[in-house]
């Protein structure tokens, strides 16, 4: 490469190379199995890095059992899959997940409007080798209590790991202010970054974290309520998070900020002429002009569009 750069290739053609569909590309990136390169812009499911160098490309494919053992890396179940590799019940499978033993890594809305979880089978299968105990007999007290109290650490787990793999792609103080800042309920920025610069600038570098389906709907209110934190102790520990990331950041750079117009010297600011005071020649030319003119009809303005909108909509499907 000229100047000694770095030789990379688009994530589509580095997906073609290594066998692999863009969504499994995509996810391998998310566990780490590859390492993909940052750039400027934040595409729609929150990727910082669209572009993998040959080398790391040449590394994958030279590693042992290629392609077949990242494939099985990659290798991604439901609920029922996921039980049968375990050796338990659907049933006790829901539980462990729901008490958050088992990490979702993906998900996605059914016809339904149900949540699906999706879990690394590699991950399941280590899990089952290394927890015997909590997959026969009866299930931990600590565990029965959190059933029974209705939680579900599904979703709290999965933001977990989604903020943990983007912030591993960014050092920039102000991009992983971003990522937190992603997870937070609406309203909750303003009252961490009081400055509204500050706010406009995470906001412009936050990623999304899924995939919202096309069209809106009820599909994608389901997807904002997995993406957005509900627990209160999650959403003050994201909060802090934040506010030493955005502390981090001014000290690192300020937030870009509005141009300021110029103002002249002595530090008054700029001002428009005033306008000038009409004398008597100017009203009587004026009165002359209009002096043979007919009356102008009343006016009665213009009939303004209909405001009211078809908000119905069929459910969208992902």
């Known amino acids: 490469m000229p100047g000694g750069a770095e030789e990379t290739v688009a994530f589509a053609r580095a997906a073609r190379e290594l066998g692999l569909k863009l969504s499994e590309l995509e996810l391998a990136v998310q566990l780490g199995e590859v390492r993909a390169l940052a750039v400027d812009t934040v595409d729609t499911v929150g990727v910082?890095?669209?572009?993998?160098?040959?080398?790391e490309l040449l590394r994958v494919a030279a590693a042992e059992g290629f392609p077949g053992a990242l494939r099985a890396r990659l290798r991604v179940v439901g609920t029922a899959e996921?039980?049968?590799?375990?050796?338990?019940?659907?049933?006790?499978?829901?539980?462990?997940?729901?008490g958050g033993f088992l990490t979702p890594v993906r998900f996605y809305v059914n016809r339904y409007r149900a949540v699906v979880w999706l879990?690394?089978?590699?991950?399941?299968?280590?899990?089952?080798?290394?927890?015997p105990a909590l997959l026969t007999g009866r299930v931990p007290a600590g565990l029965r209590a959190t059933l029974s109290a209705g939680?579900?650490?599904?979703?709290a787990r999965w933001r977990g790991r989604r903020v943990e793999q983007l912030l591993a792609r960014t050092e920039d103080p102000w991009e992983r202010a971003a990522v937190w800042a992603a997870v937070l309920p609406p309203g909750e920025l303003d009252a961490v970054v009081a400055d509204a610069a500050e706010r406009a600038h995470v906001r412009k570098l936050m990623p999304r974290l899924a995939p919202v389906p096309a069209g809106g709907g009820p599909a994608a209110e389901v997807v904002a309520a997995v993406v957005t934190a509900d627990d209160p102790v999650e959403i003050r520990r994201c909060r802090a998070?934040?506010?030493t990331c955005v502390r981090d950041a001014r000290r690192a750079r300020p937030?870009?900020?509005?141009?300021?117009?110029?103002?002249?010297?002595?530090?008054?600011?700029a001002r428009l002429p005033a306008a000038r005071p009409r004398g008597l020649w100017?009203?009587?030319?004026?009165?002359?002009?209009?002096?043979?003119?007919?009356?102008?009809?009343?006016?009665?303005?213009?009939?303004?569009p209909s405001c009211t909108t078809d908000t119905s909509s069929r459910p969208a499907r992902s």
């Not at 399941?124 to 290394?130: H, S, Y």
């Not at 939680?151 to 979703?155: G, L």
């Open 82 to 98: 996921g039980a049968e590799l375990m050796g338990i019940s659907p049933g006790r499978f829901t539980r462990l997940a729901r």
């Open 48 to 55: 910082m890095g669209r572009r993998v160098a040959r080398a």
């Open 282 to 304: 100017h009203r009587l030319l004026r009165g002359r002009r209009s002096a043979g003119d007919r009356p102008a009809a009343p006016y009665r303005g213009r009939k303004s």
């Open 241 to 243: 998070a934040l506010d």
């Open 151 to 155: 939680e579900d650490q599904r979703a």
């Open 119 to 131: 879990y690394p089978a590699a991950e399941l299968t280590a899990f089952a080798d290394r927890e």
């Open 255 to 269: 937030a870009p900020r509005p141009a300021v117009t110029a103002q002249p010297p002595g530090g008054e600011p």
